[in-house]
């Protein structure tokens, strides 16, 4: 207010000053109250993104985890499809569900302070149980191994991939040699009884006398030692499984359609994104792979009770669709190595050795010709060679041990047996040297990196299929990281999110 005198009165400029003040207090308010709004609005959006991650981890498949000890979320939840669309569906559900919060009014009601509304959900990369060969599969062996003592501990199999494999291929040549010896004694001994028949028709038409032994060298009547070759000819063309078990009625039946697989069909493939993984698991290395192998497969010696297939782990190395195949791949590879174990050690031992001469002499003189002496006790060895090699492999399937290498009190068969390897197949243990699962183990040394992997994920997707509720389950379809981009409007902004997470 104006005095007389000109000046102002004091209330007048106290209601300007509050007037004044009250405007720059209310911007305030409002500057302060907008900033606080769009500070909610990103913190909103990043605690959604989270949960909404760590949600849709949190749905990783139960039995896989159960059985397996393997965290991945399965992309088809159960359906037809898969695939980073549908897990997509899944991250944006869960963040719609965060976006509504309401505050109570000071006057009643509520409001959502932000009014969060999605707007863009996608994952851009997406690691696959297949991308990479199965490096998330390898990394979770990993991980799941080495939290086990037991399993982190350095594997005491001595043996090396490069000394199965050498007896791999050693065997090979021996089986060859085998064959090759008997054919070239049986042209040998009927050339040689053709020439006795000649001589012995000349003799008889210059009137000369034809002693006994030169007609009974002639007539064909086999040696023992013939007999022996001969027999175990019959004995080698049976199915690998009768020779070793003289029957295969126990042999399980069990079998799997191979193009259901995912070793043999085409496989849902993410981007191969690298895991931000906090531990920095490596991929699990052979030794370590394979002890996962062994303790959560099944296999000849230790069936899984309720698998598609009961030897898993033969599945693994041969890719049979039934159980009897895998197996008889397992016994003409185990076979194999054990010729080549067995033929060196049998032509260094000078007893046996000396045996096999003494046959072998007394069937070259029935034959008048000593010179195809050596020829019927290099047979004879080969011969004898096989049936203990056969007889390991039925040691090793009951449950008894066999040596890499032999010694004189390790070996089994006596060369009589030759004449009945039927019955000369039996139960028998030396009680020394290494076990069925330990040649499984150095079989698995020798398999390939990537078959391996894949045969062993076919194996996975066989067993959770038999599961209530999984008959459609794809492992390709499992993921365990992934990198989103979210997009949602608040505020009059725009907000958005870009991050990874997964099973580390």
Known sequence: MLKENGGWEPEGSITIYLAM??????????????????????????????????????????????????????????GPGGGNEIFEQHLRGYMEKNCVRKAALPLGGVKDWTSMQISDVNVTEGRY????????????????????????VISSFLVTADQWRGLEISGREWKEETHKSREELKEALREEREAR??????????????????????????SEAEDMVSQM??????????????????????????????????????????ADNSHTYPEADEILFNRYIFEKMGDYTNPSEDGQLRFQTEYI????????????????????????SNCAYLFADEARMAQVHLVA???????????????????????????ESVQDVRTLMSGGRVPVQKTSESWQ????????????????????????????QGLLLLEGRTVKTQRTMDVMEM??????????????????????????????????????????
């Not at 769009?38 to 039995?63: K, P, T, W, Y």
């Not at 028949?197 to 086999?222: F, I, L, S, Y």
């Not at 000369?424 to 040649?439: H, M, N």
């Open 21 to 78: 003040s009250l405007a720059a207090l209310l911007s305030l308010y409002l500057v302060l109250m907008r900033g606080a709004a769009l500070g909610a609005a990103r913190m909103q959006m990043d605690s959604v993104c989270h949960i909404a991650q760590n949600a849709a981890l949190a749905e990783f498949h139960s039995e896989l985890h159960n059985r397996y000890d393997l965290f991945m979320t399965d992309t088809s939840y159960g």
């Open 463 to 504: 067993d959770i299929r038999k599961i209530t509720g999984n008959s459609g389950f794809r492992m390709d379809l499992c993921l365990d990281e992934f990198r989103m981009h979210a997009e949602a409007a608040a505020c009059g902004k725009t907000f958005t999110f870009d991050g990874a997470s997964g099973y580390n």
């Open 317 to 340: 190395l041969c890719g049979k669709g039934s159980d009897r195949l895998n197996l008889e791949d397992i016994a003409a590879r185990l076979l194999l190595i054990r010729e080549a």
């Open 197 to 222: 028949q000649e001589e012995n028709r000349q003799k008889e038409e210059n009137g000369e006398n034809v002693t006994k032994e030169e007609r009974e060298a002639a007539t064909g009547d086999p």
């Open 129 to 152: 149980a297949c991308d990479n060969a199965g490096r998330a599969v390898r990394e979770q062996v990993y991980a799941y191994m080495s939290a086990d003592p037991a399993g982190a």
């Open 361 to 387: 002499a007394v069937a070259s003189l029935l034959i008048l010709n000593p010179e195809l002496e050596d020829a019927i006790a290099k047979t004879l060895a080969l011969t004898w060679s096989y049936l």
């Open 413 to 440: 068969t006596q060369l009589y047996e030759l004449l009945t390897p039927l019955s000369a197949i039996r139960d028998r243990d030396s009680g020394e040297g290494l076990t069925y699962r330990e040649y499984l």
């Open 233 to 274: 000819d019959s004995f080698q063309l049976l199915p690998i499984l009768w020779q070793v078990f003289g029957s295969t009625d126990q042999i399980s039946n069990q079998s799997v359609l191979l193009d259901s697989v995912l070793s043999h069909r085409g496989v849902h493939l993410g981007s191969g994104m690298m």
